[in-house]
């Protein structure tokens, strides 16, 4: 025997008895059935490669120190971060803007499908929903960051911004520039942006410096330098979150960039949903910053500055929604599956990526073909050619149940909503995909207000007239290769 083949070999032994131990604390860790399957698989596939992807992508950061949620929760409460949280409440509930207690659930919302995802969600991610609300739909970047631009050039007090991208851009420029003009004039300013999304403009970092130079905080949300031994790759912030003076809040889908303004040629149009929050649940996207500032920095916050009184605002009943892989509860996930279950006419979607668990496409599929109107629209440019693929091996089963999958063709689809019937809406960072879910650290507003929900449905009708729609016969037809690459991506979709 030669020694190459000896090496080799051992190389394949040894690989296969370390991926045979992972193998099994894996299985231990009772996981997804899906993921632990596809993890397996890899190991046998790829010997030693396996390992490491497993090294930066597998590794379960919920029973490592890095996201022990009891440990983070406990340090939290002892510096009594939230400590004016009572307060808040107190001041809500006497303008009848803030209802979290069972019996006022019960008093004031007679629908039960809207009750039953207010408390799933109270029970899971332990913020009120609240109904001294004005909420405003952007439709785009243009829309969304001519009104963020606006209200920033009137802060008076506080700035909070946090992004998974932030480009230096022309978007991100103005924005910039404005941002040192208002933190000169004693606006306090601090900035969270993932690091792992903002990598590939390493060499912005002259773009960051500028605004630290001039005062702004601005900091990268769980560094991953070292991925192979920080385990951080894996676990990002997808939050997109903007709080001016604690009063008005943003969240949505729009990252800062000029392609989020319709200005990259491979994407053209770039259609997504944003919001803009005025009222109590402004309190909610404070509370989660902070809180993420609080688990980037350690600094406490709490002065009472950054929650004002909250004034009379309008009338929609929110509530604010954050999950991440430090949660006890993948609440995000959670309450599209409540919500989708209690769907009587009609479920929308729009999402730039479709890798849904089990549980949810069989929900999906179960409204179908109980006469659910259960309708997606997707983007017919790829931006992801793996995610893309694994999204397509899933609309055999929407179609084949009798739900409809449109594709959009006006540009970039990138909107991140789910409506039932006239009754709950839903938008935020989280697409309808597993990492989203499971991974990713992600915020979602979920309004239960009929105008705003009609709103919602208005955009997606007038989305379908620039859609084509898939039908089954056509989806039927396509390449055995494009099938081939459908079902290798779909069997890898749960690490994607």
């Not at 930066?56 to 406990?74: C, D, E, V, Y």
């Not at 009104?147 to 480009?167: G, S, T, V």
């Not at 991100?172 to 040192?180: A, M, N, Q, T, V």
Request: aromatic share 12%.
């Amino acid at each position: 025997m030669s020694i190459g083949v000896f090496l080799f070999l051992s190389y394949l032994t040894i690989s296969y008895i370390v991926g045979a131990i992972i193998s099994m604390s894996i299985i231990l860790e009772n996981r997804d059935p899906a993921r632990t399957v596809t993890w397996l698989l890899i190991f046998i596939l790829l010997p030693g490669i396996g390992l490491v992807i497993y090294a930066i992508l597998g590794r379960n950061m919920r029973k490592r120190k890095l996201f022990k949620t009891q440990k983070l929760a406990s340090s939290i409460r002892e510096e009594k971060v939230f400590e004016n949280l009572e307060r808040i409440e107190e001041i809500a509930n006497t303008e009848q803007s803030t209802i979290n207690t069972n019996q006022l659930l019960n008093e004031n919302i007679e629908d039960y499908s809207k009750k039953r995802v207010i408390s799933l969600l109270l029970n899971t991610g332990k913020l009120p929903f609240t109904t001294n609300n004005k909420v405003s739909v952007y439709i785009d970047g243009n829309q969304k960051f001519k009104n963020l631009l606006e209200d920033i050039k009137n802060a008076k007090n506080h700035i909070h911004l946090e992004y998974f991208i932030i480009k230096d851009s022309e978007i991100g420029r103005e924005l910039k520039d404005l941002l040192i003009k208002k933190s000169n004039e004693g606006v306090k300013i601090r900035i969270l942006y993932d690091d792992v999304g903002c990598w590939r403009f390493w060499f912005y970092r002259k773009f960051f410096n500028e605004m630290k130079e001039n005062g702004i905080e601005i900091v990268a949300f769980l560094p991953a330098k070292f991925p192979l031994t920080g385990g951080k790759l894996n676990y990002r912030n997808h939050r997109k979150i903007a709080i001016i003076d604690g009063k008005i809040g943003y969240t949505g889908g729009l990252n800062i960039g000029d392609e989020y303004m319709g200005k990259n040629k491979k994407f053209g149009y770039w259609r997504d949903t944003h919001i803009k929050i005025e009222g109590t649940s402004v309190y909610m996207l404070q509370m989660i910053f902070l809180t993420d500032w609080y688990y980037t920095t350690k600094e406490i916050i709490t002065e009472d500055k950054y929650f004002p009184s909250p004034q009379r605002c309008g009338n929609s009943m929110v509530q604010i929604i954050a999950s991440g892989p430090d949660s006890d509860w993948e609440s995000i996930r959670y309450a599209y599956f409540c919500a989708i279950c209690q769907a009587k006419k009609s479920i929308y979607i729009e999402t730039p990526y479709f890798i849904p668990d089990e549980s949810i496409l069989i929900a999906l599929k179960s409204a179908a073909l109980s006469g659910v109107d259960v309708r997606i629209v997707f983007p017919k440019i790829a931006d992801h050619k793996m995610v893309n693929n694994a999204s397509y091996s899933y609309f055999d089963d929407i179609l084949k149940s009798g739900g409809k999958v449109y594709l959009y063709t006006k540009g970039f689809i990138h909107s991140k909503i789910m409506t039932i019937d006239d009754k709950i809406a839903s938008t935020g960072s989280a697409n309808m995909d597993l990492r989203s879910f499971m991974l990713n650290f992600e915020i979602n507003a979920f309004i239960y207000d009929k105008k705003i929900v009609e709103r919602m449905n208005k955009d997606f009708f007038e989305d379908l007239n620039s859609s084509e729609e898939l039908t089954l016969d056509e989806f039927s037809k396509r390449k055995l290769g494009k099938k081939v690459r459908e079902s290798i991506a779909r069997l890898f979709s749960p690490i994607l």
